[in-house]
């Protein structure tokens, strides 16, 4: 059985790549409440502090941290830090990653071996050393975000699918091996997101993709940020090893 061990407003939230865009945008939605977050960053210094300070601006303690999620004595550092300031996160959210565009054939090795360390080595080995105390404690989160090409794939998107493909199966697998822990592990894979992972494409493209998605548009951060706070709730124990894709209708 799970045991909450504090009230939510009182758990810790870590979330990767939360100097911007959707990872912001979860940091934002969980210090609303008031809740502790720290935000890891990898180089967009700036962009994390401004998101501490809007976060700090709803009294919630933020801390910022950064490191590169495919070594495993950076993340090992980054845990000690958060340790010294009594910040053991209850609620893990693998959001870093990277896109790829291009056809297979110009893919470099450099390039594949990029995409799978960040979107998928790095929430391998993010989840192995955070799970740790949640399994201690009987209870615990861990959601990945992933995304709608995970599930389907995408043309000249090959490695990025495959990744999010793999951080599905990851997903389901690690799952089933934490339930009797009381810890659930689930993925959001959304579709086409207004954010800088849309920057590699030009105006005419972005509204040949809106015009595909049945609702009509992107979805904004914020509507993700819900779906993944919805998913930490602690009434949201018995959701786990799903893979939920908002996608405005895209992939029914």
């Not at 401004?50 to 090992?76: F, N, P, Y």
């Not at 010294?84 to 959210?93: E, K, M, N, R, S």
């Not at 822990?181 to 493209?205: I, K, R, W, Y």
Request: charged fraction near 20%.
């Amino acid at each position: 059985m799970s045991i909450d061990p504090k009230p939510f407003t009182e758990q810790t939230v870590l979330i990767t790549g939360a100097s911007r865009g959707i990872g912001a945008a979860i940091a934002r939605r969980f210090s609303s409440i008031g809740m502790n977050v720290v935000i890891h960053y990898l180089q967009s210094h700036e962009a994390a502090n401004e998101t501490a300070r809007s976060c700090m601006s709803h009294g919630s303690k933020v801390l910022t941290v950064t490191a590169d999620l495919r070594s495993k004595e950076q993340i090992e550092r980054m845990q000690e830090k958060l340790e010294h300031h009594g910040l053991i996160p209850d609620i893990l959210v693998n959001n870093a990653g990277i896109s790829h565009y291009g056809l297979l054939s110009d893919v470099t090795e450099e390039q594949w071996d990029e995409v799978m360390d960040i979107n998928l080595k790095g929430t391998f080995l993010m989840s192995q050393h955070f799970m740790k105390p949640m399994i201690a404690r009987k209870y615990g989160r861990i959601i990945n975000v992933s995304s709608i090409w995970g599930i389907s794939g995408a043309s000249c998107e090959v490695a990025y699918s495959t990744a999010k493909g793999g951080l599905n199966a990851f997903t389901k697998a690690l799952a089933k091996e934490l339930a009797p822990s009381g810890v659930t592990v689930n993925a959001v894979a959304p579709g086409a997101v207004d954010t800088q992972m849309l920057s590699g494409f030009n105006d005419q493209e972005k509204a040949a993709l809106e015009n595909d998605i049945p609702v009509g548009r992107f979805a904004q951060p914020d509507e993700i940020a819900s779906l993944v706070y919805f998913l930490a709730l602690p009434e949201s124990g018995y959701i786990t090893g799903q893979i939920i894709s908002p996608n405005g209708g895209w992939l029914t």
